[in-house]
């Protein structure tokens, strides 16, 4: 872990490759990453398969030690990007789903600036989609969106950048109506791909098969061509365009068991637009990295929940004109993005 200092007009930082980075200037803008924050009112638990522990509880106060700290940026984020699974589906089996909303929200309300929700696979355990979008999780809403109930928007915070937040459960049996379109084409798609009778668990584990699972989902057509139409805007603007997501859209910056189902149509349109800089994503609580071939940074954040108490996993992002630089903390390491 590199490390790092902030004074009045200077930023130095030692990246996790050792890159020295000293910049006399200030950030244009900064902002906050968080993932997989998954609170619930709970004593600690474990994954399915009991090899990872998670701190339901201890989740809410690692969001509080991010607060604080971006609070305390000398150039205050001027938003959170919070990637989803904000709380976990446990309590819905416990009827505690709009509490524990509720105190992930008041944490965020006390310090954080405008906080942008990725929808993830635990929104949709605790919540209907028509829930989802008349709650305070409904960060789009009177943007322009990919469709109706689809939960994809864009906005620019600064001139120059532009953020592209996607929906990856658009094209899902958990994020669906069932007897809906999307639900069939959905069932359809994982049925073709997992022949097992409980659909989270992988078909297998080859050539990225895996990802093929209920706690998956992927973007539909329609999404699609209004980012391809999104990107075609930015490029012509000359942005620089960072795209999210809750799923990772890139084989090497994840476990391919979190992997969307339909990545690869995502790749190609972000291949073929100049403006994209950046792909994060949560999901993995491993997290990940990797710089593909036309040098979009695909990062996949380590998840709070699986984060010990004495840790932490959250980000500042400092952005200049010519790259971004994450300032990690705890599990999440230093990073440095050229574009
Ligand atoms: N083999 C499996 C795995 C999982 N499940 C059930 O699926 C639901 C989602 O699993 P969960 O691990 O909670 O999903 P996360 O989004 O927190 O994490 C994704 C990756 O695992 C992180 O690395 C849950 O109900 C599991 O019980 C299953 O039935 N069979």
């Known amino acids: 872990m590199g ?58 106060r690692l969001l509080c030690n991010a607060n604080r700290r971006w609070a305390a940026e000398r150039v205050r984020p001027s938003f959170v990007l919070q990637l989803g699974d904000v ?39 605790n919540f209907s989609r028509s829930e989802l979008l008349s709650s305070a999780l409904n960060s789009g809403a009177g943007g322009d969106r990919a469709g109706d109930g689809v939960h994809a928007y ?11 937040v996607l929906d990856a459960y658009d094209l899902s049996v958990i994020g669906r109506e069932r007897r809906s379109d999307k639900y069939e084409l959905a069932f359809k798609l ?45 490029d012509e603007k000359k942005e620089k365009v960072v795209v999210v997501s809750h799923i990772p859209v890139h084989p090497l910056s994840t476990d391919g068991i979190c992997l969307a189902w339909n990545y690869d149509k995502v790749l190609s349109i972000l291949n073929s637009h100049k403006s994209v800089v950046c792909f994060m994503a949560g999901h993995d609580h491993d997290g990940g990295y990797y710089l593909d071939t036309s040098g979009i940074h695909h990062l996949t954040l380590e998840g709070v929940i699986e984060t010990p108490p004495d840790s932490d996993a959250f980000g500042t992002v400092y952005v200049y004109e010519d790259k971004m630089v994450l300032k990690g903390n705890g599990r999440i390491s230093d990073r440095l993005l050229m574009y």
């Open 87 to 125: 709380i976990d589906g446990s309590n819905r089996r416990h009827g505690a789903s709009q509490r524990a909303l509720r105190a992930v929200m008041d944490e965020f309300g006390n310090y954080a600036p405008a906080v942008h929700h990725v929808w993830g696979n635990h929104e949709f355990y």
């Open 154 to 164: 864009h906005f620019s915070p600064a001139p120059g950048f532009r953020f592209v």
């Open 190 to 234: 994982i049925k073709a791909h997992n022949p097992n009778r409980n659909l989270n668990e992988p078909p297998g584990y080859r050539h990225w098969i895996g990802r093929f699972v209920q706690f998956n989902g992927g973007f539909s057509q329609e999404q699609l061509d209004w980012l391809h139409g999104v990107l075609l805007g930015a």
């Open 3 to 60: 490390q790092f200092h902030t004074s009045a007009h200077s930023v130095k930082h030692a990246t996790q490759d050792g890159v020295q980075l000293e910049d006399g200037a200030d950030p244009l803008f900064t902002f906050g990453v968080i993932a997989d924050i998954q609170y619930a009112d709970l004593d600690d638990g474990f994954n399915f398969h009991g090899t990872r522990k998670r701190y339901y509880r201890s989740s809410l």
